[in-house]
């Protein structure tokens, strides 16, 4: 018997069905509800399931006509009725009658599915880059009709809804189709709307209920809720190209990178409290026009992808597509970033691969059963910040991580991806005692997962998008973290290179700030704090890095991490920050350090913006918009970053005064820029310094000068070489150098 005339003919049939719909048993809910042939092809019928409904109506899409009313099958909503005499399909609206209401809704379940076999197959295998396009919710045309197409993954379900206030919130309302091949579920809507939240209700295999947000979601609710949002339907019109195709031919290893690390929360806040965030549009009036004020090349934004945390900095995301709404919208967001590379400066996303949290709503069981993490907490738990972490192996996992890489990168414009906690991923035993951890196949401790999906993502993103940088913050001295993957040993797991374009350079960092905090009485003893890093910087390419780590937790400032008085600590950082940017390697300057912030960084409140009213702080500012400037126009100081022709020492050895001197070269240039940095109070007269060529020499820089903040001790500007080899240089010369200063030396 058809199934059409046994909901008609025989009641314990019709409450069977009505049980099994509200108790998510009924699993080929498209084979049940919509329009169906039936009687040999003879006929059509529709049935709908619409819990308060008095009455349905199917009206003709195209003529707006009635063409039949349906049947109550009961009291819990089922209807059912034949079409009279059609026997071809057509599209058709529900004019449903409710006790105070009436609506005409497009019916669902008329629809076929909207996935494509070549996606869902790149899907399961790991190959997939650009999941969002079909997972999550997409704005879609199908037939002429507009609407919204929900998609998620999760295969051990027993039954996907997706809840909304399209649907008062009622999982039996939206019943999703199932693909049993590939986990995915899906359903097509007409009747949703713009912002209009929503999640899914699912129902896991021992029957329990659930509700998650969506892990493709475009858009969040604000926290501390946790719906996902119906995302915009305007595409962003670009004013970029140039922009884009100028940075298609930046070879960035041998261009200048001065990077601005901001935490938009807390770069700068507004209102009577001082409590409120800017806006895209206030950020774009403010921080834009600073970044270039101040001569950055580019801006890193800590992670913005939405996180219900603040105290987290957006290292605990839950909505990884989601960008945070705090500051405004998607459009918001690319219009910022379409400034900035309007202005010429680029923008790289501080991005987290590396674990995810446990909020019950995010990925953590997401139907019941771990998707995106390990089963075994060995593997998919992270003990330093009780997270977990993805399953690198699993090809789902894979490719929602590379096809979020590609979303920023692609739908955004941001010019590179910054990955957080590389090391954690690299390693199995990471923080881990013995017992704690489980072996790879080969007995390592080397995650094999991890580093496949480093290789696939950054191989990926090099191909898709010419001139970004991919950069690691890896902390261990993995070997080649920045080079070609081709080049590893596929008989050795720990000779794997991972081809990143960058490395924060982490060794330099922790010796140079532990120097930093020694009494210069002391410093002599410790005068390889400053040196060593020149004995590895040619393995790796380095970014030189004082990010948001070295200033919080009770680190205190880079200011006060110095000893003595404001004086001496004023000149030491000016003097630290010039050694910096004539050190090998790019740079990144966490916000607040430009001008010396006092206290430790607080994520709720703004930058103490007052102190550059007082001139030590202003003068470190105009210090660092002075360095900047020589830095981005001096092609010594950046073309061979990694290359050892671009560098070469004068003087390393004086530990005793604690005075270091060196060189920087371009390609093919005898023309040097010298540095000569003393990291003690005391001033050298008469100290000689080898000069590579009989031409004056003029000060480019003096960190000491009165516009900084410092004493005025100098050389007049020009200094003459004489006929007397130093330092293995032809001439030289007797140069006075001021206390804790960094001086710059350059043909005159």
Known sequence: MDLIAMTQNAPEFQNGVDV??????????????????????????????????????????????????????????????????????????????????????????????????????????????????????????????????????????????????????????????????????????????????????????????????????????????????????????????????????????????????????????????????????????????????????????????????DGSWGYQPVGLYAPTCRFGDAAGLKAFIDACHQAGIAVILDWVAAHFPKDPHGLTQFDGSCLYEHNDPRQGEHPDWDTLIYNYGRGEVQSYLLSNAHYWLNEFHFDGLRLDAVSSMLYLDYSREPGQWLPNQYGGRENLDAIAFLQALNQRMYQAFPGVCMIAEESTAWPGVTHLIGDSNPQDPSNQNLGFGFKWNMGWMNDSLGYLKRDPIYRKHHHQELTFSLVYQYTEQFILSLSHDEVVHGKGSLLHKIPNDDWQKFATLRAYYGFMWGHPGKKLLFMGNEFAQRDEWNHNKSLDWHLTQFAPHSGMQLWLKDLNQLYKATEQLWQQDSDNGGFAWLDCNNSEASVISFARYNKGSDSPVIFIINMTPQVHQGFRVGLPSNDNYCERLNSDSEAYGGSNVGNQGVICPQDHPYQGCEYSAEITIAPLSCLVLAKG
């Not at 899914?200 to 493709?216: C, H, L, W």
């Not at 200048?256 to 409120?276: C, F, N, T």
């Not at 774009?284 to 219900?308: A, D, K, R």
Request: proline share 4%; charged share 20%.
């Open 20 to 309: 099994a719909l509200l108790n998510s048993e009924y699993l080929d809910v498209f084979g049940l509800l919509g329009m169906h042939a039936i009687n040999q092809g003879k006929a059509l019928s529709v049935r709908c399931f619409l819990r308060g409904a008095l009455s349905v109506d199917v009206i003709c899409y195209k003529t707006g006509r009635k063409v039949a009313s349906l049947e109550k099958s009961n009291e819990q909503g089922l209807f059912s009725g034949v079409m009279g005499r059609r026997v071809k399909p057509f599209l058709y609206k529900l004019r449903v009658k409710y006790p105070f209401s009436q609506e005409e809704i497009i019916d669902p379940y008329q629809f076929s599915s909207l996935l494509s076999d070549d996606d869902t197959y790149l899907f399961n295998e790991g190959r997939q880059q650009q999941a969002y396009q079909f997972l999550g919710a997409n704005w879609r045309e199908v037939q002429g009709i507009e609407g919204v197409h929900f998609c998620v993954w999760a295969p051990n379900a027993k039954r996907v809804s997706v809840l909304g206030d399209f649907n008062h919130w009622d999982g039996a309302i939206h019943v999703m189709r199932q693909h049993l091949a590939n986990g995915l579920w899906e359903i097509f809507l007409p009747n949703a709307k713009v912002n209009q939240h929503y999640k899914f209700e699912i129902v896991t295999a021992n029957g329990e209920r659930i509700e998650k947000s969506d892990p493709y979601a475009k858009a969040m609710q604000e926290a501390p809720s946790n719906a996902s949002l119906v995302p915009q339907k305007q595409a962003y019109q670009w004013q970029d190209e140039q922009w884009l195709a100028k940075r298609a031919d930046i070879e960035w290893h041998q261009a200048p990178m001065s990077i601005y690390e901001v935490h938009l929360a807390s770069w700068r806040r507004k209102g009577d409290d001082g409590q409120q965030y800017l806006n895209y549009q206030e950020l774009i009036e403010q921080l834009v026009p600073y970044v270039v004020e101040m001569g950055f090349t580019h801006l890193q934004l800590m992670p913005i992808s939405e996180y219900p945390f």
